[in-house]
């Protein structure tokens, strides 16, 4: 079985701010290989030939292209609501109504698409939602993180301190949102991490804010994304650190070689953290091809061995593509 732990859906926002959401996230990567201009400011013209960024992810076509590669489930997260950064509205958004909401639709219900979405395909799809303590404060979050939950019958939490702008570690704002987690005992994944996009607050990103959270939670089940990237070396300490913490190797693959990969997977080992705290995921729809991040995972040993390196084991392999995840939602 193999799991894409880590994947997005539908749309994150209402134009114009997603757009140009899409443009900071990308721009950068798009210059570095020589497909934007990188000698004079962008204009709206340069863009045409990404204009498939600024598209939402259909609910089929991420099937159809997981399925294809053997992929057999897919972890989708919402996206939380936000109103007050330089994106306007951010959310979950679904502008061709595949979920088949009724009228009208509003920010609040990022939760109720994400889980219509899961109920379309629920052989397929993992929904985790999405709350945010600075979107109508934290009590609504609270109530809202227990009705996605209770009422929606989504499998666990997604946040995203940096892009919402609030620090994990925030007593008023954070801890009942904690407390509810543990309380419901539900897993939580955390894009504690950075991003390219301008607005990203990089001191609210950094791993070890989560710290005091394993402390005071042991029981939580907390999955880091993306390896902490840039704070690798955070990420990992803390991961080894607290025995329920795990992360996730999506968008930190699209920018590592396969080389990279093996050797970061040793070090892991030689750090004291076991590969049975990594999970696979993509971050679909990713900078690099879903086969392409696929084949290079899955074709590690060749490469461990042309370095003289332990081969990785089938329960190590197996692991890391499914039954680790599979541990951390509880199943
Ligand atoms: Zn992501």
Redesign the pocket.
């Known amino acids: 079985m193999i799991i894409d732990c880590?994947?997005?859906i539908l749309y994150t926002g209402a134009d114009p701010g997603a757009r140009l959401f899409m443009k900071e996230m990308c721009r950068s990567y798009f210059q570095s290989v020589g497909r934007l201009p990188v000698d004079r400011q962008l204009t709206d013209s340069d863009w045409d030939d990404l204009s498939f960024l600024f598209e939402p992810t259909l609910p089929e076509v991420s099937i159809a292209e997981h399925e294809a590669l053997g992929i057999d489930k897919i972890v989708i997260?919402a996206v939380a609501p936000s109103n007050y950064t330089r994106y306007e509205i951010r959310g979950l958004w679904d502008p061709t109504n595949v979920t088949g909401l009724p009228e009208p639709h509003t920010l609040d219900q990022v939760n109720d698409r994400l889980a219509a979405v899961v109920n379309l395909y629920p052989d397929r799809f993992i929904g985790f939602a999405a709350v945010n303590p600075r979107y109508k404060g934290t009590e609504w979050a609270v109530d809202e993180l227990d009705r996605a939950i209770t009422e929606l019958g989504l499998s666990g939490l997604k946040l995203y301190p940096g892009y919402d702008r609030y620090s994990p570690d925030d007593r008023d704002l954070m801890w009942p949102i904690w407390e509810k987690a543990a309380e419901l005992d539900i897993p939580v994944m955390v894009?504690q991490a950075s991003s390219a996009v301008t607005a990203f607050k990089m001191a609210y990103g950094r791993p070890f804010l989560l710290d005091d959270v394993g402390l005071e939670f042991p029981d939580l089940r907390l999955l880091i994304?993306?390896v902490g990237k840039p704070w690798v070396d955070e990420c990992t300490f803390l991961v080894m650190k607290h025995p329920n913490f795990y992360t996730d190797l999506?968008?930190y693959n699209s920018v590592t070689t396969r080389r990279e990969m093996v050797e970061f997977l040793h070090r892991c080992k030689r750090w004291g953290l076991p590969l049975a705290k990594v999970c696979w995921?993509t971050?679909y729809p990713c900078f690099e091809s879903l086969d392409s991040l696929l084949e290079k995972f899955l074709t590690m040993n060749e490469e461990a061995k042309a370095l003289g390196m332990a081969p990785f084991t089938e329960q190590e392999m197996d692991g890391m593509l499914a039954s680790n995840f599979l541990r951390f939602i509880g199943d």
Do not use: A, V
Request: aromatic share 10%; charged share 10%.
């Open positions: 880590h994947t997005h997260l894009h994304c993306h999506s968008y995921g971050d």
